[in-house]
């Protein structure tokens, strides 16, 4: 017998030659079984790492606190590296391959001494399915393990799979000693490879998932003709029983988990709507031989923002966290729970912050703001399948046919609450476009508006300009292109005061994006697309006057004209590069609001 579990050479050698590099001190095989899993909590608990749950109301439950520095993906430090800088375009930081293995070379050296290196072979997409990609991460953390463990299909199917000599992702992970100053996140695209180090923050160190299924999976998705995208699946169930999916693009902690899994509200819930939800953070999607497009979740977990999940704003997730989770940076309880502002119940007199320091509610820090219980960036990691409306679609090969495509961001003005497109183009056109308020997912001044278009701007593996050409290319393969829209939960009135209730509600607006995609209603075309005339909206049961309703769907010249320049700067960086018909649909636009 060999010492390894399996015989691929390429594999093999990989790991011997990363291991020379970092020095840990053994090698352990992820196999996927409970007893490993079990083994893994234990050592966790008996390190620190993590801190076990009440058993009877949080079974299968641990809190893990990361460090004061790391607690979002750090994009600054994020980098695409490929041999010309003009392929990662100006959209992302740049480094020459040879020197980015080199600059983090230095940081890994060593940096798994007095640790174990855990290799985890896992499958994105179910193990087997043609659409599927398989990674192998090394990885010197066993928080980075366990979520791999839930996030992802890990351990000896997927080494079967892989066979003596099947291609995979080389993900390499080490928390080093979590220095901000030695911290680098690399993706070197032409060489199928991560390399990750100085962190011990999901979204930098959970290699799958943004870095692979985002990053990676774009540049390879554009050579192989399709769309790695970071976009929800949902399904919605009319009361005839037919499922419409569709995919949606919102930035991060824009609402893309809370919509994935919607509960319908009362007024609508005469009207017989089920939601099934396929993903909520990551969407795969080919065109198959109907001409349709069809989506697959690479996914099976969630990594969501904990804050503000409530049995009010989001019960389903509230269910599904009940078991089986880790919990990361929020309140530790008393009572062995957990809390995070805008949980459910009553705000507890003391507890244990996401810093690990004693805390009580409204006591001020230094500069006399009160000091939260959870970082607002404070996230759980929990299996999609226990989920109460988890897709009964999620294992199959082929994924769900997609109807809408919808885009969203986080606008307090401009934006209106919903419109439609006119065909593909002028909806690749809405999608590159977007701009959306920076949020606590990722560090930088909260509230500014960036552009980010398709949700994609940290996540694109190489330049925009080729991502939208290959957008529009897409739509040519399609004979029944999805329709596209953009929505915006997030206007506000001179208050600063949501205007639209959002969450659950949400289904209202949905439900107009499937009657448009089944041709049941007409719509008012305004200079930047289709809105839907005021009666078209359901709002039983809902205490919204007209007059607010107008002000959601108002289109307001003015702030459009301004928001032009925005969109000539950001397509200007792309000089020549960016493809003519954006620059149609731009000159379009502008004269139609003339
Ligand atoms: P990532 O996991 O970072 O990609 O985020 P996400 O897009 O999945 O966002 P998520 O659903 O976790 O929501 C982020 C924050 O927005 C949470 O604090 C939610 O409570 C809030 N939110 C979600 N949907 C709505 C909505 O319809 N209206 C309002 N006002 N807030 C919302
Ligand atoms: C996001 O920031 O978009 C997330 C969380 O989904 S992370 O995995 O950290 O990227
Ligand atoms: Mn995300």
Avoid at 165 to 174: A, I, V, Y
Avoid at 190 to 199: A, H, K, L, Q
Avoid at 230 to 245: F, K, N, S, T, V
Avoid at 246 to 261: D, E, Q, R, V
């Amino acid at each position: 017998m060999s010492k390894y579990p399996t015989h691929h050479k390429k594999l093999i050698s990989w790991i011997e030659k990363s291991a020379r590099m970092c020095k840990p001190d053994r090698i352990i095989w992820v196999d996927g079984s409970g007893e490993q899993k079990s083994l893994l909590e234990k050592e966790c608990v008996f390190s620190g790492e993590l801190i076990p749950l009440n058993g009877e109301r949080l079974p299968g439950c641990f809190l893990h606190r990361t460090d004061p520095n790391d607690v979002a993906r750090t994009e600054h430090l994020t980098y695409i590296c490929t041999r010309k800088k003009r392929d990662a375009g100006p959209n992302n930081n740049w480094m020459s391959p040879r020197s980015g293995y080199r600059k983090a070379k230095d940081i890994f050296t060593g940096s798994m001494t007095g640790r174990n290196m855990y290799v985890i072979p896992f499958s994105m997409g179910p193990v087997g399915s043609p659409f599927s990609k398989i990674g192998v991460e090394l990885t010197d953390s066993r928080y980075v393990v366990l979520n791999m463990l839930v996030m992802t299909r890990a351990g000896s199917p997927v080494l079967a799979q892989l066979g003596t000599d099947g291609e995979f992702t080389k993900c390499l992970h080490s928390l080093a000693d979590v220095d901000v100053n030695r911290r680098l996140i690399l993706h070197f695209p032409e060489d199928n490879t991560i390399w990750s180090v100085g962190s011990g923050y999901g979204g930098n160190v959970l290699l799958g998932k943004k870095c692979l299924a985002l990053r990676i999976a774009s540049f390879i998705a554009r050579k192989e003709k399709w769309l790695a995208e970071h976009m929800l699946i949902m399904g919605i169930e009319d009361p005839a029983g037919r499922i419409r999916y569709i995919a949606g693009a919102f930035p991060s902690a824009c609402g893309k988990t809370n919509l994935a899994m919607l509960l319908p509200p009362e007024g609508l819930k005469k009207k017989g709507y089920r939601i099934w939800t396929v993903g909520d953070d990551i969407a795969w999607m080919r065109v198959d031989s109907d001409g349709t497009l069809w989506a697959i979740n690479p996914e099976t977990g969630f990594f969501g923002v904990a804050p503000n999940t409530n049995s009010q704003t989001n019960p389903n997730m509230v269910e599904t966290i009940k078991k089986n989770t880790i919990y990361t940076n929020v309140l530790l309880k008393p009572d062995g729970t957990v809390w995070w502002e805008g949980a459910d119940g009553e705000i507890p007199q003391r507890g244990i912050d996401w810093q690990g320091n004693p805390w009580k509610p409204q006591a001020p820090d230094k500069d006399g703001k009160a000091i939260l219980g959870a970082h607002p960036n404070s996230r759980f990691t929990t299996p999609i399948a226990q989920c109460p409306t988890a897709s009964f679609r999620m294992e199959q090969h082929h994924g769900v046919p997609i109807s809408a495509i919808v885009f969203g961001g986080r606008r307090r003005h401009v934006a209106p609450l919903v419109y439609e497109s006119f065909n593909w183009q002028h909806g690749v056109f809405v999608g590159a476009i977007m701009a959306s308020e920076r949020t606590a997912a990722q560090y930088g001044k909260q509230g500014e508006v960036r552009r980010d278009p398709m949700a994609m701007l940290p996540f694109c593996g190489y330049s925009m300009a080729s991502y939208f050409t290959h957008w529009l290319e897409m739509g040519k393969r399609m004979k029944h292109a999805p329709r596209i829209f953009h929505v915006n939960w997030f206007r506000t009135d001179e208050h600063n005061k949501f205007l639209w209730p959002g969450y659950r509600e949400n289904l209202r607006v949905l439900e107009w994006i499937v009657d448009r995609c089944d041709n049941k209603l007409d719509a008012v075309e305004t200079p930047i697309g289709f809105i839907p005339k005021v009666e078209d909206l359901d709002l039983t049961g809902l205490n919204l006057s007209r007059v607010i309703l107008e002000r959601l769907l108002a289109i307001d010249r003015k702030s459009w004209q301004e928001e032009l320049e925005g969109i000539k700067h950001f397509f200007k960086l792309f000089k020549k590069d960016l493809p003519a018909e954006l620059w149609q649909e731009f000159e379009a636009l502008r004269s139609r609001l003339k």
